[in-house]
């Protein structure tokens, strides 16, 4: 007598079976990461990676070429030719941007020079989708874009209709400030967004990066109390000790860190766990998260050897 199941019969015996199952158990942030791998995490390239020294500490930035490599390659010019060194931090607006530049660059004769870096740029505010950008989309939806997720480490919004894809004003990003004119942001002035995300700023200005560690240096600064926030007398600017790349640097002078991949199911499992908290103290679950309520770990890392 045989005990097999016709294949119909079957597939719903497992069904059911899967239905009246117990649900896995909601894993903790804490948990998920507890239980990453060393695969799931990844160090930033050094080549496009900043420090930015200040006397309370260092600013580490990550540079994203893959979105505004013409901004990228042109900070890293001015940051070789010690461009940024000896200036200061000018504005700081509460609930908006930190940023910096040079207090005399509205005057001709007393500005630095820009040296071989260039004083205008084409815009970077969006580029084209293509294949070999990853993009990890979110499961919600997005007041601002079509679409959101991450695309290596860095949050972005696309829009498949259009083919183009572009970085969001989220906490710790990192921009060229400009004028009227869409090319007058080279990124000899640059902010970093300090507050609730901005987000009607998407494709108005150039992102190029984000804050990777050190953000309490720049959101914790006295708030300006000029117009936007500017500083109204030269002795509130923070100074700004030097601008180096990473890869410029000895391995003893740099900052070892790791960021955990955008691109994994790992990732994936920690959105869930921000999506639905299962920490204790959580009495209801929300069911769904912001582009900006997602901040990617980032933690120190062993020192590489030579």
Avoid at 81 to 99: E, K, P
Avoid at 105 to 129: K, P, V, Y
Wanted: net charge neutral; aromatic share 8%.
């Amino acid at each position: 007598m045989s005990c097999r199941l016709p294949v119909a019969a079957l597939a719903c015996a497992i069904a059911c079976g899967l239905a009246h199952a117990a649900p896995a158990p909601r894993l903790t942030t804490q948990q998920v990461l507890d239980a990453a791998t060393p695969a799931d995490w990844r160090r930033p390239d050094p080549q496009h990676t900043l420090y930015l020294d200040l006397d309370a500490g260092r600013v580490v930035i990550e540079l994203a070429p893959q979105f505004a490599p013409l901004h990228a390659a042109n900070i890293k010019t001015l940051v070789r030719a010690h461009y940024f060194d000896g200036l200061a931090i000018l504005r700081v607006q509460d609930n908006f941007v930190t940023q910096w530049g040079d207090p005399e660059a509205e005057h001709a004769e007393r500005a630095r020079s820009f040296g071989a870096a260039q004083r205008t740029l084409a815009a970077e505010f969006e580029r084209s989708i293509d294949r070999s950008l990853p993009f990890t989309p979110l499961p919600d939806g997005d007041v601002y874009a079509r679409e959101v997720g991450f695309s290596d480490g860095f949050p972005a919004a696309r829009d498949r209709r259009i083919g183009k894809t572009w970085l969001a004003h989220c906490y710790g990003m990192v921009g060229a400030g400009r004028d009227n004119a869409a090319d007058s942001g080279p990124g000899a002035e640059l902010y970093v967004v300090i507050g609730q995300e901005p987000r009607q700023l998407d494709r108005n200005i150039a992102l190029v990066g984000r804050v990777l560690q050190g953000m309490e240096l720049l959101a914790a600064l006295p708030r300006g109390s000029g117009p936007l926030g500017f500083y109204e007398r030269p002795e509130q600017r923070v100074p700004i000790r030097r601008v180096r790349v990473a890869a410029d640097l000895p391995d003893t002078e740099r900052t070892p860190l790791e960021v955990l991949r955008t691109d994994t199911p790992r990732f994936a499992a920690f959105v869930e766990s921000r999506r639905n908290r299962s920490d204790a103290w959580y009495l209801q679950t929300a069911g769904k998260i912001g582009l900006c309520n997602i901040a990617v770990p980032v933690r120190s890392a062993a020192p590489t050897t030579p």
